[in-house]
């Protein structure tokens, strides 16, 4: 495998971790890490589906007008908690950023649909579980002065 390839997946489990130790200070509810891990999953299937298989219904959505107003409603409702929620949205670009880094990467190294999935599947859950296991390591084995 690429050089290339290794530093994309280190740089993609490294933005996991960021993010993991950004929401483990966040002291999230349960119900709210079932939700990121399915987001996790549903941008994997995301970014491993084929486009012809994505392009046929977003064209059909655009062809009526109902479609096109819900749309731009949908894109200006982005652009406005885009905004309002400035560190959030920067978070998931990175995310998007790194998850893509890591599947045009796979795709250079001919990997197959599914071991992509599997990959892009798999890895942030191994950030997320770092990040959480060190977060909770310093907080139980750091002095009590650090944290205050």
């Known amino acids: 495998m690429n050089p290339f390839t290794w530093l994309a997946l280190f740089l993609f489990t490294l933005t996991y971790f960021v993010v993991g130790w950004y929401l483990t200070d966040l002291n999230l509810e349960p119900h709210v890490w079932v939700s990121i891990a399915v987001l996790i999953v549903a941008l994997a299937i ?14 059909q959505w655009f062809q009526s007008d109902v479609g096109t107003f819900i749309a731009v409603l949908s894109g200006s409702l982005t652009v406005v908690i885009m905004f309002t929620l400035l560190q ?18 796979l795709q250079n190294a001919k990997w197959n649909s599914w071991l992509a999935f599997l990959v892009l599947a798999t890895l942030p859950f191994v950030g997320l579980g770092l990040s959480w296991q060190i977060e909770s390591f310093i907080q139980t084995y750091s002095p009590q002065f650090w944290w205050n």
Do not use: N
Request: charged share 10%; net charge positive; glycine share 0%.
């Open 46 to 59: 995301l970014l491993t589906t084929p486009s012809a298989t994505l392009k046929k219904p977003m064209f």
């Open 88 to 105: 959030l949205f920067i978070t998931f670009l990175m995310v998007l950023a790194s998850s893509l880094l890591v599947r045009m990467e």
